[in-house]
């Protein structure tokens, strides 16, 4: 069964200080796998389609990267406006066009 | 502008009513889907449709009934509802074998 499981469940940073979200995946044929930003009251908003090991995508202060087991979210030097709920999601070739989401790591980033 | 809209933003109900929500895109795309967010943020899939042939039905009661009238347009009427119902209803969509979904800016609904 396809899953996936993000860490941490929350984070705090203070302004300017980069770190990492993550992204642990178990599927049958990636067939992608998605970030969205949500804010409270909002739709999950896209950022990155990952398809395969080893390639990477950057918007602004975000970079994704992609391996074989996980993904990771890089976020650097953050300001509040980066303040948000980060989801992933995977698509699997036995769950085609079917989004399987993990509970996501809720950003706040402090001035 | 909007890409995905929903209708209503929000709704509240008392149990054993029944309720529509509505959603359009326009973006061309061929692929509607109703998620369902629950109280911890799961997002959950419910249904999809593609050109308004049903392809994905999940474990969902039967009291959820989804509607394609066309390519851009996917209903979800809920008969009977429940408190356990209550939730954030959103809807996405994707075009041919594109795997990327978009979604809409979520329905509220509150059932007392």
């Known amino acids: 069964e396809d899953q996936v499981t993000q860490s941490p469940e929350a984070l705090r940073l203070q302004e300017g200080e980069s770190s990492s979200l993550n992204c642990s995946y178990t599927?049958?044929?990636?067939?992608?796998l998605f970030w969205y930003r949500q804010d409270p009251g909002k739709g999950p908003e896209f950022l990155f389609t990952?398809?395969?090991a080893g390639e990477e995508k950057e918007k602004e202060r975000l970079k994704a990267t992609l391996t074989k087991k996980e993904s990771f979210l890089h976020i650097t030097a953050p300001k509040p406006e980066d303040s948000a709920t980060y989801l992933c999601?995977?698509?699997?070739?036995?769950?085609?066009?079917?989004?399987?989401f993990g509970q996501g790591t809720t950003l706040q980033v402090k001035p | 502008d909007t890409a995905v809209s929903q209708t209503p933003k929000y709704l509240v109900t008392q149990m054993g009513n029944d309720k529509s929500i509505k959603c359009e895109q326009n973006?061309?795309?061929?692929?509607m889907y109703w998620y369902k967010q629950d109280s911890k943020k799961f997002l959950k899939i419910m249904f999809s449709?593609?050109?308004?042939?049903?392809?994905i039905n999940e474990t969902v009661p039967n009291r959820f009934s989804p509607k394609s009238p066309d390519k851009a347009h996917l209903n979800l009427h809920i008969n009977s509802l429940e408190l356990g119902d209550s939730a954030v209803y959103f809807c996405?969509?994707?075009?041919?074998?594109?795997?990327?979904?978009?979604f809409g800016p979520g329905t509220r609904l509150l059932v007392l």
């Open positions: 996405a969509s994707r075009i041919g074998q594109q795997e990327t979904q978009y």
């Open positions: 973006l061309g795309h061929d692929t």
């Open positions: 599927v049958s044929g990636l067939r992608g």
């Open positions: 999601a995977v698509v699997g070739s036995s769950n085609t066009g079917k989004l399987i």
């Open positions: 990952l398809y395969s």
């Open positions: 449709y593609n050109n308004k042939e049903l392809i």
